[in-house]
């Protein structure tokens, strides 16, 4: 596959509670186009009982966007998956790898793993309640089920069910002993396993997930995987999203230089000011726009001071940027360059 012709599944953003929120996504589309991007993980009862709008709201800008949804009843997943297509998503996703001790108490999220035939089921409800495709995140295992072949059960299990597309985060999880930042560290990364599986299911989209740090790796784990999920380096370092479309996707394009895509974020947060959202919510998904460079320390502690305060406003943003030297703000990437430095 060409690199202009690759699908949105090529290159992604992890889901990632308390952070992938629209203002994070909004954020993320001044620096690339094309990468998918993922909600939080949204329960079935929230969605069916709660705020939908606080749930489920999000810019078109945020195009190609998918909804992540945590649950295990068929039929409300089913609701969520309709629900998902009335609300303009792009893909719905079954979360199968969150092993926080909340979503194991809703007997959803990684524990999933050990009973395959619940996922199918849900799945094949998903499928006949929207037109969307319907994916699946998961992990390669969980405690003692860990085997090679306990995976290629559960893949092709949930395939027959007509999930197309698996996100695998190439760690096995605990469900007792670690907690989930544990498991995002400790549990080895083992490629290979994802390797194989994409290998074995050759008619399947298989997405490689944990420990991608930057473009340059993402660019070589696709030389075998269907794609790649970014996940914390996204947040911490969101720069490197920048070079994607470009580098990643082929597109004849000149990445946003920093100060382009900040200035492309503000009418976006001048909205929500005025809609009473705080500026620190917003700008917190910039912190690390100047990850190494000269002026960070200044465009972070400016934003994090002031940001948090009842009145604050643009011109908190515009002091941050006054900090940061205008080579690193007007500073463009060359072919083959991640950052500018």
């Not at 492309?264 to 690390?288: I, S």
């Not at 400016?302 to 011109?315: M, N, Y």
Request: with cysteine; aromatic share 6%; net charge negative.
């Amino acid at each position: 596959m060409s690199a202009a012709s690759r699908l949105p599944h090529t290159l992604s953003v992890a889901p990632m509670m308390d952070w992938t929120d629209r203002h994070c996504r909004v954020f993320h589309r001044t620096l690339t186009r094309r990468t998918l991007l993922y909600t939080e993980m949204v329960t079935t009862g929230a969605i069916l009982h709660g705020d939908r709008e606080r749930h489920l709201g999000f810019s078109a800008v945020e195009h190609p966007v998918a909804l992540q949804l945590g649950g295990s009843d068929p039929a409300a997943l089913a609701e969520c998956a309709r629900i998902a297509e009335d609300w303009g998503y792009d893909e719905v996703n079954l979360n199968c790898g969150c092993p926080s001790d909340r979503v194991q108490s809703g007997a959803f999220g990684a524990c999933l793993m050990a009973t395959p035939d619940v996922v199918a089921r849900a799945v094949e409800a998903m499928r006949g309640a929207t037109r969307l495709p319907v994916t699946v995140k998961h992990r390669i295992g969980i405690d003692d089920l860990d085997s090679y072949a306990h995976l290629t059960r559960f893949v092709s299990t949930v395939a027959a069910a007509g999930c197309e597309t698996f996100i695998v985060h190439a760690r096995k999880a605990w469900l007792s002993g670690l907690s989930p930042k544990e498991n995002r560290e400790i549990p080895p990364l083992r490629y290979e396993v994802v390797r194989q599986l994409g290998a074995d299911f050759p008619g399947l989209t298989v997405v490689l997930n944990g420990g991608v740090l930057t473009l340059e790796a993402a660019r070589e784990h696709l030389t075998w995987a269907d794609g790649v999920m970014i996940g914390r380096a996204a947040y911490g370092d969101p720069y490197l999203l920048a070079t994607a479309d470009r580098d990643v996707f082929g597109e004849d394009v000149a990445p946003p230089t920093r100060r382009e895509a900040i200035e492309a974020f503000l009418p976006y947060v001048a909205a929500q000011l005025e809609q009473g959202q705080p500026l620190n919510r917003m700008m917190k998904h910039t912190l690390g726009l100047f990850a190494g460079q000269p002026g960070a320390r200044h465009w972070k502690r400016t934003l994090s001071e002031e940001g948090h305060r009842p009145a604050a406003g643009l011109d908190v943003v515009r002091r941050a940027l006054a900090g940061v030297p205008d080579s690193v703000l007007d500073a463009r990437p060359g072919v083959g360059e991640e950052q500018a430095v």
